[in-house]
Nanobody, 124 residues
Framework: QVQLVESGGGLVQAGDSLRLFCAASGRTSGKYAMGWFRQAPGKEREFVAGISYNAGSTYYADSVKGRFTISRDTAKNTVYLQMTSLKPEDTAVYYC?????????????????WGQGTQVTVSS
């Protein structure tokens, strides 16, 4: 089992920046990719960003490319999502995920473990 705890969400204005954190614990050894997903009210959960087990490759949804940056600190079992130039349409609950397979701008296999989510609200 893997436990994931997100933090860093909040209420910001359009154009602001925010950094999300995801701390992983449990069976975190092994070569696993990590990712961030989000779900806005009334919409399905969608892929935001993914990172390979060694941070050698990153993947982004087209809607966030150039504005969001995913990174990880393997020694600390932590994954980050730096979000800049935030827009009202970025408002959603953001979920950290352990595992999954990512390619280009999508998740071709969904992760096995999910966090509880952190709310990000961007006002116009």
């Amino acid at each position: 089992q893997v436990q994931l705890v997100e933090s860093g969400g909040g209420l910001v204005q359009a154009g602001d920046s925010l950094r999300l954190f995801c701390a992983a614990s449990g069976r975190t050894s092994g070569k696993y990719a990590m990712g961030w997903f989000r779900q806005a009210p009334g919409k399905e959960r969608e892929f935001v960003a993914g990172i390979s087990y060694n941070a050698g490759s990153t993947y982004y949804a087209d809607s966030v490319k150039g504005r969001f940056t995913i990174s990880r600190d393997t020694a600390k079992n932590t994954v980050y999502l730096q979000m800049t130039s935030l827009k009202p349409e970025d408002t959603a609950v953001y979920y950290c995920a352990h595992g999954g397979i990512y390619y280009s701008s999508t998740a071709v296999k969904l992760p096995e473990y999910w966090g509880q989510g952190t709310q990000v609200t961007v006002s116009s």
